[in-house]
């Protein structure tokens, strides 16, 4: 076969074997992911905005893809409004310096931020979240460190599902899939019971100003009804008397009936009765009571 001259053949050179493939450097991956945009694979600038999963995008971006009628590129369909992302409020780095590498330069992979609370870089290394509540960045291990229910940054309260790792691995992902699909619900519910209190405080308020405007009318008809009684039927007076209502006159009522006459009223003066027909003094009258004194006439 050849091999003269003392040489001795390994056994990868004699057998073929399939090739491993090559492996990718875990670091440098993590680092283009902390560092560039999930979609647009551009360096990140601010504002930069995170999603339900844990990726990273510049905000500009996210409203290109929107615009854009072909919309997201597959594995990005999730966002579909910008209520879908939230802007993080990160902590910059003292050290960083914002300067482009040249030539032999020595890039220290120096993280523009970094964990408000112990100060690890968010480069890669160190696992991070942030909070749907209030978009702030702090480290795992401080979460792990201080455990409190108050955001360590802008001290707000947020819930175990407000938690969002970024970057995570694949059981990450389906544990924040998991969670984005518990905080739809959780919205759904709540805008469901939103308008179901909306609607019962409108029906309330409606109830209450009929209510309202019903009182007014029965106390505007009281109103009427008394005044009536009081210009109409001054005469009438009802009182009760041990549960039996007993109607009394009053004596200037008499005068309006037909079976009264002023001849026979004894308050009347003769002065005033001589002016009505019932007077005895009418039958000696030569004319009739309707003719009146008119000179052409007479």
């Given at each position: 076969?050849?091999?003269?001259?003392?040489?001795?053949?390994?056994?990868?050179?004699?057998?073929?074997?399939?090739?491993?493939?090559?492996?990718?450097?875990?670091?440098?991956?993590?680092?283009?992911?902390?560092?560039?945009?999930?979609?647009?694979?551009?360096?990140?600038?601010?504002?930069?905005?995170?999603?339900?999963?844990?990726?990273?995008?510049?905000?500009?971006?996210?409203l290109e893809s929107l615009l854009d009628q072909s919309g997201l590129?597959?594995?990005?369909k999730h966002i579909k409004n910008l209520r879908e992302v939230k802007?993080?409020?990160?902590?910059?780095?003292?050290?960083?310096?914002?300067?482009?590498?040249?030539?032999?330069?020595?890039?220290?992979?120096?993280?523009?931020?970094?964990?408000?609370?112990?100060?690890?870089?968010?480069?890669?290394?160190?696992?991070?979240?942030?909070?749907?509540?209030?978009?702030?960045?702090?480290?795992?291990?401080?979460?792990?460190?201080?455990?409190?229910?108050?955001?360590?940054?802008?001290?707000?309260?947020?819930?175990?599902?407000?938690?969002?790792?970024?970057?995570?691995?694949?059981?990450?992902?389906?544990?924040?899939?998991?969670?984005?699909?518990?905080?739809?619900?959780?919205?759904?519910?709540?805008?469901?019971?939103?308008?179901?209190?909306?609607?019962?405080?409108?029906?309330?308020?409606?109830?209450?100003?009929?209510?309202?405007?019903?009182?007014?009318?029965?106390?505007?008809?009281?109103?009427?009804?008394?005044?009536?009684?009081?210009?109409?039927?001054?005469?009438?007076?009802?009182?009760?008397?041990?549960?039996?209502?007993?109607?009394?006159?009053?004596?200037?009522?008499?005068?309006?009936?037909?079976?009264?006459?002023?001849?026979?009223?004894?308050?009347?003066?003769?002065?005033?009765?001589?002016?009505?027909?019932?007077?005895?003094?009418?039958?000696?009258?030569?004319?009739?009571?309707?003719?009146?004194?008119?000179?052409?006439?007479?």
């Open positions: 076969m050849g091999c003269d001259g003392g040489t001795i053949p390994k056994r990868d050179e004699l057998v073929r074997t399939k090739k491993k493939p090559e492996q990718k450097d875990k670091q440098s991956e993590l680092s283009f992911k902390w560092g560039h945009c999930a979609i647009t694979q551009e360096p990140l600038k601010a504002p930069i905005v995170a999603c339900q999963l844990g990726r990273l995008y510049n905000k500009m971006a996210i590129p597959d594995g990005f802007e993080l409020n990160l902590t910059n780095n003292p050290a960083f310096k914002d300067s482009d590498t040249k030539g032999d330069s020595y890039n220290d992979n120096v993280s523009p931020y970094i964990c408000p609370v112990i100060g690890l870089e968010m480069n890669g290394k160190y696992r991070f979240v942030y909070f749907w509540s209030c978009g702030c960045v702090i480290s795992e291990r401080a979460l792990k460190a201080v455990k409190t229910k108050i955001c360590h940054k802008c001290q707000k309260p947020f819930s175990n599902n407000d938690i969002i790792i970024l970057n995570g691995t694949d059981e990450d992902l389906q544990l924040m899939s998991d969670l984005m699909k518990e905080r739809q619900k959780e919205l759904k519910a709540k805008k469901k019971q939103d308008k179901i209190n909306k609607k019962l405080a409108d029906s309330s308020k409606l109830n209450a100003e009929g209510e309202s405007s019903n009182s007014e009318l029965s106390l505007s008809n009281k109103s009427n009804s008394v005044s009536k009684c009081s210009n109409s039927t001054k005469h009438c007076i009802k009182r009760p008397n041990n549960g039996v209502n007993m109607q009394i006159e009053d004596p200037q009522f008499k005068k309006t009936k037909l079976d009264y006459s002023v001849a026979k009223d004894p308050k009347a003066t003769e002065v005033f009765k001589s002016i009505f027909t019932s007077h005895k003094s009418a039958d000696k009258q030569i004319k009739a009571h309707w003719v009146t004194y008119n000179p052409f006439y007479n």
